[in-house]
């Protein structure tokens, strides 16, 4: 027997996100204007713990599995989709010093994130080159004796965070397989960050370019398959953002759906009309089969599945995910008529973040190519199914 049912802790712990996620909704609109959370928001979600699911408990974390962060992750997203990139910790940045790092670097590193002050502090991840190298395949970004130079581009968090995470290049013989990850402290001589971007959605999310001149650089983990961590990295990060995807898919239909009910034409409302009934009915149908998709990998990591299975089903639900938000926050604004480009219904704004959500850590591209290069046997490589300038950047 199959089942993904969530233990009495798990949706104790999902029930008690969704009480915050009403406050997030009610203040999404002031979020998106500030582009911020506010201090009381981050605080409250400090206090509950939502920043430091992942991190282990010898960090001061709870060190909690990937189906306690689906869930909770998916609750955040349905009260407002974008608030969770203007919690404190940031997924990515965690997720790359559980993966990429030594036990001793996540206690060392993530411990500042679970203490009282936490709500404060920022990690980012600095992936993402604007244009490919001309004459080799790698980053531009080189590291060398201990510092790095180049410039990184979308990076999420970039002027808030207090610590990097950087991808560079420390053999350019060796292509993509002669990159690592290092540590970089934002207030290092050699780094600056550029005016924060200006986005179509997700405005909480802090978007930048940083450069680093000869920045002071502390290499994360010991490099051994690398290539493997950075992988497992993104799929799990991907994980996390097909959640994310899956909140706002069912915030956008339950929306709809309640107006499709009370909005009524020639006598009936308009969710009785078949054309408008069956889309309905397939939103669900995309809503159910995203949060099933997600929760059957994130159950294969949690219990140890073999590593190209986890992999490939966290192919699948991001994949899938991220398509069925966009159909989700695309069909609610048609589906609202004039409405739904009006700034007093939430649905123009679903539609602006879904977008954006896909073109987080993972394209759907990306993760179909993830999912073939397992069903076929390839050999998985980070040039071929990750987000790089010579294919796809993202937002990580």
Known sequence: MVA????????????????????LRTD?????????????????????????????????????????????????AYGDPAAAFGLAGGASFVRAVLELGSEEDAAKILSRYT?????????????????????????????TGGKITGQKSFVVNASRAETFVVFAQVDETQGWDGIAAFVVDADAPGVTVSPRAATLGLEIADVADVKF?????????????????TIRFFAKTGLIMA??????????????RDYCDGRKAFGKPI????????????RAM????????????????DRGAP??????????????ALEAAMRCGDDAVQLHGGSGFMRDYPVEKFMRDAKQLQLCVMTAEQADQLAAAIEVGQPLSIGAILPTPETQTTLV
């Open 4 to 23: 993904f049912r969530p233990s009495e802790d798990e949706t104790m712990m999902r029930d008690e996100v969704v009480s915050f996620a009403k406050t």
């Open 28 to 76: 999404a609109r002031a979020f998106e204007k500030a582009r911020a959370v506010s201090e009381e928001t981050r605080r409250a979600a400090h206090g509950m713990g939502l920043g430091s699911l992942a991190i282990p408990a010898a960090a001061g974390g709870a060190g909690l599995g990937l189906v306690t962060q689906a869930l909770v992750e998916e609750a955040i």
């Open 115 to 143: 203490a009282e002050d936490g709500f404060k502090r920022f990690g980012a991840v600095a992936w993402g080159e604007r244009k490919p190298n001309p004459e080799r395949a790698g980053f531009s970004t080189i590291a």
């Open 213 to 229: 001149e000869d920045a002071p650089a502390t290499k994360l983990g010991d490099g051994s398959a690398f290539t493997e961590k």
């Open 243 to 256: 959640a994310r995807a899956v909140g706002l898919a069912q915030a956008a239909f339950d929306v709809t």
């Open 271 to 282: 969710g009785h009309f078949q054309a408008v009934a069956f889309n309905l009915a397939d």
């Open 286 to 301: 995309d809503v159910d089969a995203a949060r099933s998709l997600v929760w059957r990998a994130a159950e294969a990591w």
């Open 307 to 320: 590593e190209k299975e986890a992999l490939l089903y966290s192919a699948h639900a991001v994949s899938f």
